[in-house]
Structure formats: structure tokens, C-alpha cells
T-cell receptor, first 116, second 117 residues
Framework: GAVVSQHPSRVICKSGTSVKIECRSL??????MFWYRQFPKQSLMLMAT?????????EQGVEKDKFLINHASLTLSTLTVTSAHPEDSSFYIC????????????FGPGTRLTVL | QQQVKQSPQSLIVQKGGISIINCAYE??????FPWYQQFPGKGPALLIA?????SEKKEGRFTISFNKSAKQFSLHIMDSQPGDSATYFC????????????????FGRGTSLIVHP
């Protein structure tokens, strides 16, 4: 199946700093990528839809100025958590949509963010 | 709001037993129903998926049963193994796109499966 990578897999930062998370589709081109947030023992919560070359579409309640998304190429989307605070600590997962495979979404391995 | 209701929330099965997880959906426009397996600290991985033109799909020990009229689908894990212990999510979405639909999956809340050796 298609492979999606995320980097870093784990990051610890101080409150007030910004953190960038990369999501890459390794063997297919993804015009659309998605960013999810997952709290312990809960389901995935969609944060935003990222379209290559255009602005991201944010879900209701997600602060677009806090969670900056850039989808500069067909294989790379980035999520930047700006001025991170402890409540932003979570597991962030990206997925990429493969239009050549029933629009199936393939998920990255996730990034564990801990804000001290 | 579109929902996919998943049950049970947790499931404990003995090794060799059958694990059954159920999901029900509301949006009749959904036309793709995947199941994902997620291990702790990892992203979800596609396990098996079905489209509504068939009532059952089997891949190894994993089977999806689909009931279009009841708007329900279920995952059966035969001969469950300790290595199957994970969280399982069902999802549903509209692959074909179109008005009123979306290719963004709606996820169930997840089922934590524990298989005892």
C-alpha cells in the first residue's frame, strides 16, 4: 500500500515555541492531505484539509492562526503549531488521499507533541 | 451531523476466539467502508475495506459483513491472536464525491480489543 511518513515522530518543546510537523507521501502524489488530532483512547478528530497550492480548510473550532498548514507540493504538507501551550500536547496524525486508489486515505505514523 | 456509531467500546477475547465489532451509519451517500487498526503510539493502518455492492469481503482472518438495508457493517476477526490486540476504527465516506457528500471519512469512536493468550 501507499506510504505516508511524518517527521518528527516525537517532539518536546517549551511553552511559547513553535513546532513544525512534516507529512510526506512517499510513493504517490497527494493533492489532498488531512491533519488529525487524537487524544488518548479517543477517535481521530479532523483539524483541517490541506489542498496543494491553496489555503487549507479548517474544521469548526480549530484556530487557523494557531495551526498553520502549508501544502507546497504534491508530496508534502506541514503543520506548524504556533506559540504552543501545554493544552496543545497531543498525537497529531496526517493522512494523504490517493486519487488513484478509490480516494483511499493512507495515514502517517503520527507525531507525539509534548509541550512543557 | 453525520455519525458512525461503533460498538462495543472495548472487547476482550480469548486466543482462538472470534472478535466482532459493529458499526452503523446514517448517510446513505456513503459508498466506502474501511476498517483501520491502530497500535499504541502509531497511526491507523488500513485493514480491510468494502464497497456497498457486495455483502461480504474476506481477507485472511478478517471479514467485513455489510448490510446495506440496515446501514450496518461489521468486522469479524477469526482465530483472534494476541497480536491482534489494538484499537479498531470503522469509517465511512463518499468516494465518488458529488453534492452533499464528502470524501472525508467519518470515523467511529473505536474499539479497544484485547486478546488473551
Amino acid at each position: 500500500g501507499a506510504v505516508v511518513s511524518q517527521h518528527p515522530s516525537r517532539v518536546i518543546c517549551k511553552s511559547g515555541t513553535s513546532v513544525k510537523i512534516e507529512c510526506r507521501s512517499l510513493d504517490f502524489q497527494a493533492t489532498t492531505m488531512f491533519w488529525y488530532r487524537q487524544f488518548p483512547k479517543q477517535s481521530l478528530m479532523l483539524m483541517a484539509t490541506s489542498n496543494e497550492g491553496s489555503k487549507a480548510t479548517y474544521e469548526q473550532g480549530v484556530e487557523k492562526d494557531k495551526f498553520l498548514i502549508n501544502h507546497a507540493s504534491l508530496t508534502l504538507s506541514t503543520l506548524t503549531v504556533t506559540s504552543a501551550h501545554p493544552e496543545d500536547s497531543s498525537f497529531y496524525i496526517c493522512s494523504a488521499r490517493d486519487i488513484g486508489s478509490y480516494n483511499e486515505q493512507f495515514f502517517g505514523p503520527g507525531t507525539r507533541l509534548t509541550v512543557l | 451531523q453525520q455519525q458512525v456509531k461503533q460498538s462495543p467500546q472495548s472487547l476482550i477475547v480469548q486466543k482462538g476466539g472470534i472478535s466482532i465489532i459493529n458499526c452503523a451509519y446514517e448517510n446513505t451517500a456513503f459508498d466506502y467502508f474501511p476498517w483501520y487498526q491502530q497500535f499504541p503510539g502509531k497511526g491507523p493502518a488500513l485493514l480491510i475495506a468494502i464497497r456497498p455492492d457486495v455483502s461480504e469481503k474476506k481477507e485472511g482472518r478478517f471479514t467485513i459483513s455489510f448490510n446495506k438495508s440496515a446501514k450496518q457493517f461489521s468486522l469479524h476477526i477469526m482465530d483472534s491472536q494476541p497480536g491482534d490486540s489494538a484499537t479498531y476504527f470503522c469509517a465511512a465516506y463518499q468516494v465518488g464525491g458529488g453534492p452533499g457528500g464528502s470524501y472525508i471519512p467519518t470515523f467511529g469512536r473505536g474499539t479497544s480489543l484485547i486478546v488473551h493468550p
